[in-house]
T-cell receptor, first 117, second 113 residues
Framework: GAVVSQHPSWVICKSGTSVKIECRSLDFQATTMFWYRQFPKQSLMLMATSNEGSKATYEQGVEKDKFLINHASLTLSTLTVTSAHPEDSSFYIC?????????????FGPGTRLLVL | GESVGLHLPTLSVQEGDNSIINCAYSNSASDYFIWYKQESGKGPQFIIDIRSNMDKRQGQRVTVLLNKTVKHLSLQIAATQPGDSAVYFCAENINQAGTALIFGKGTTLSVSS
């Protein structure tokens, strides 16, 4: 299979603190990972594309200094929500594209629920 | 804005019935489509995919139909079970390396026993 994990699965933090979320591809190497956020009863909204060894590509309206992405290895991408505020509370989901399949199928992590008090 | 959307936000069926979930897309350049299932509090789970050179693809209890003329995609679930209850999203992609998927709004499927 293609397994993607995320850590932590949920986090509660105080306003103004920073939170780091890890996304790992467990059984394959992923040169490209994606970060999404999802509000209750809404669809997934792409935040950024994370490429191993290079800078992330952010979608319009996503602050790169607010949401720091690091893709330091072929199996790990991290998303850091800096100076988190209550409006950053959301469900953050990462995905990874499995290479060599000839398709753009993405496999998703289980998500991280962030609650900022 | 989104280029993939769904016709109905919710669908309720009885156990054992067949379910059909619809999706309309607007980007004629999209050539790869995927259906995902998302249970509450979890990440999306891959169900089935289809390329634009196909009209139909079958999996285990699921069938995806693609009508490129009207830019319509559907997911058929046979003999729907309570465990099928979830939110279903269609997603599209222009088959270029490294590009992200674009998700539709989702249909909540509720299966009653």
């Amino acid at each position: 299979g293609a397994v993607v994990s995320q850590h932590p699965s949920w986090v509660i933090c105080k306003s103004g603190t920073s939170v780091k979320i890890e996304c790992r591809s467990l059984d394959f190497q992923a040169t490209t990972m994606f970060w999404y956020r999802q509000f209750p009863k809404q669809s997934l909204m792409l935040m950024a594309t994370s490429n191993e060894g290079s800078k992330a590509t952010y979608e319009q309206g996503v602050e790169k200094d607010k949401f720091l992405i690091n893709h330091a290895s072929l199996t790990l991408s991290t998303l850091t929500v800096t100076s988190a505020h209550p409006e950053d509370s959301s469900f953050y989901i990462c995905s990874a594209k499995r290479p060599g399949t000839g398709k753009e199928t993405q496999y998703f992590g289980p998500g991280t629920r962030l609650l900022v008090l | 804005g989104e280029s993939v959307g769904l016709h109905l936000p919710t669908l309720s069926v009885q156990e054992g019935d067949n379910s059909i979930i619809n999706c309309a897309y607007s980007n004629s350049a999209s050539d790869y489509f995927i259906w995902y299932k998302q249970e509450s509090g979890k990440g999306p789970q891959f169900i089935i995919d289809i390329r634009s050179n196909m009209d139909k693809r079958q999996g285990q209890r699921v069938t995806v139909l693609l009508n490129k003329t009207v830019k319509h995609l559907s997911l058929q679930i046979a003999a729907t079970q309570p465990g099928d209850s979830a939110v279903y999203f269609c997603a599209e992609n222009i088959n270029q390396a490294g590009t992200a998927l674009i998700f539709g709004k989702g249909t909540t499927l509720s299966v009653s026993s």
